[in-house]
């Protein structure tokens, strides 16, 4: 309580020094305020000109067009291009559609020129997607009104200048991509091709892998061992009962309609015939089962006509005996099985020695066709990539071309301009109001901190409490002046002046004030009248 007592009793002291010292406030002001209401007078006004424009990015043909085409965020686009207008290329088109390039008059004054247009020059969001606000402020409202249109216009053909920069760009890029990707094609194509010539046959059927296909021709293998195995065996039965037979018994018979007397090969023969024909019908003369049966029917031929020559002797030697003799007809047909069998085990030899050999080759060939398996899998792997990488462009090329189509129909973007550039009638600023009012502030603010320094300088005392803070000594009394009139007069005179000199300068500032909307009045009537 006591340290708050003490900070109030220190205010106090503090504000009864200034208040004593209140010429400093009265003569600070009228030194400070005068300068500053004449700079704020002189200055010039300033015109504001502005455009509101609104950017339609949704049209009817987006739907329409959605998954033929190549779809753009424009929204974003033209977020980008707004916040890229105030560049410098675009800032100096500006400058020099305006003719603000004349008054520059080097290099250095034309940077200036280019900064200051980057500063004045606002571009703002209106609080809706998409909806624009473009103002700049000049002493000169034509100047204003040119400057904000070409802006304006800068910032539609930033737009459809980029739309048709980034079409060509697409189209370079596809023509270039799809002109090497087609070379791609063709170099895999042609690899594909000479493997396909040089190593296709040593592959297996595409209808089983290499391994099932071994497997599948040891089998076939097997089971033609066991055929061969179950032939033989028939063929050594067969043999051994033909060792048992004799081989003619009774009247020999010939052969209807001939002389020629009938031999036990004829049956067979025949049958080796009918058999040679059903080959015949299944496969070629230079098929191994063919071959055999080609070869059993001649030698059985041999054999026949060996047998007819033994029978014309014996008959020559004799003739009354040649008659009574005939064939065995059971070691005929056993002459007819063993040959039959011997000509099926020939066979189902050339089968076991063809599947044998087939089995070795592709053993051989067990350590080479999963490499060259490998390499045509990569081929087709590279092959496949590149088509449909190639298809791919081809396919985003048409969509390119009908996307620029559908941004030349200018259907794509549209701006509306919703308030073209204008001038208002009355400035826009500088607010001098608000700047007279900024620099009867500072000035009484100012004259306060000099008259607080100089009280904090050279004191006053005016309690005796503080002289019992400045000093160790008691205070026993207080003794009032003996002329106080005087002093009340003196104090009253004071006041006297201040009041008037305060008043004075708030006078001034009134008067001020009025002036100014009294001003801008008369100039907004200037401005109607020459229009």
């Known amino acids: 309580m006591k340290e708050l007592q003490q900070a109030i009793e220190l205010l106090y002291t503090y504000l009864q020094g200034v208040w004593l010292r209140r010429r400093y406030i009265v003569i600070t002001a009228w030194l400070f305020c005068p300068l500053g209401w004449l700079y704020v007078y002189n200055m010039p006004p300033t015109f504001e000109a502005s455009a509101k424009l609104y950017v339609e990015t949704s049209t009817v043909l987006e739907p329409l067009l959605r998954g033929l085409t190549l779809t753009k965020n424009s929204s974003d686009e ?37 900064d200051g ?11 809706r997607e998409n909806l624009y606000v473009i103002a700049y402020n000049n002493p000169k409202p034509q100047l204003a009104l040119k400057v904000v249109q070409e802006t304006l216009n800068t910032f539609v053909e930033s737009q ?25 094609l063709v170099a895999a194509e042609i690899r594909l091709s000479d493997f396909k010539k040089n190593k296709m046959a040593m592959l297996p059927s595409s209808e089983s892998n290499y391994y099932g296909q071994i497997s599948a021709e040891k089998q076939k293998l097997e089971e033609a061992k066991l055929v061969l195995r179950e032939l033989e065996t028939r063929l050594a039965s067969a043999q051994s009962q033909l060792t048992g037979e004799e081989p003619v018994f009774g009247v020999m018979p010939y052969s209807s309609g001939s002389n020629v007397p009938m031999t036990q090969y004829d049956d067979r023969i025949r049958t080796l015939k009918a058999q040679l024909d059903n080959l015949l019908i299944r496969f070629t003369e230079q098929h191994p089962d063919v ?15 060996e ?12 003739p009354g005996q040649s008659a009574s003799l005939n064939q065995n007809s059971f070691y005929q047909e056993l002459r007819i099985s063993v040959s039959r069998l011997s000509s099926e085990v020939a066979s189902a030899k050339v089968r076991v020695q063809a599947y044998t050999a087939k089995v070795a080759d592709l053993e051989s060939k067990l350590n080479l066709i999963p490499e060259i398996e490998a390499e045509f899998t990569g081929l087709n792997r590279d092959y496949d990539i590149t ?23 200018d259907q794509d973007v549209q701006f509306n301009v919703i308030e073209p550039p204008r001038v208002p009638l009355t400035p826009s600023g500088p607010n001098r109001g608000l700047f007279y009012t900024l620099v009867l502030i500072v000035g009484i603010g100012l004259g306060v901190f000099i008259a ?42 004071h006041f006297f002046y201040f009041s008037l000199l305060s008043g004075g300068l708030l006078l001034c500032y009134v008067a001020l004030l009025s002036n100014e909307v009294l001003f801008g009045r008369s100039a907004e009537l200037l401005l109607r009248g020459i229009k």
Request: proline share 2%; net charge positive; glycine share 2%.
């Open 117 to 127: 247009l980057q500063k004045q020059i606002q571009i703002s969001s209106a609080g």
């Open 78 to 114: 033209i977020k980008l291009i707004a916040r890229t207008l105030l560049s410098r290329p675009n800032l100096e088109k500006i400058a020099r559609a305006t003719d603000l390039d004349i008054e520059a008059k080097d290099d250095k004054a034309f940077e200036g020129l280019i």
């Open 452 to 493: 607080f320094l100089r009280s904090l300088i050279s004191p006053v005392l005016s309690r005796a409490s503080q002289l019992k803070v400045i000093s160790d000594y008691p205070v026993f009394g207080v003794v009032s002046h003996t002329d106080k009139r005087k002093i009340l007069k003196q104090i009253r005179l």
């Open 307 to 318: 047998e007819l020559a033994q029978i014309a002797k014996m008959s020559a030697e004799n």
């Open 160 to 184: 459809l200048g980029s739309s048709r920069a980034d079409s060509q760009t697409a189209e370079r890029f596809f023509e270039k991509e799809i002109a090497d990707y087609e070379r791609r």
């Open 291 to 305: 071959l055999e049966v080609k070869r059993r029917t001649e030698q059985l031929e041999n054999q026949r006509q």
């Open 387 to 409: 088509k449909s990488k190639y298809e791919a462009l081809l396919a985003r090329r048409e969509s390119a071309e009908l996307s620029r189509r559908a941004n030349a129909s």
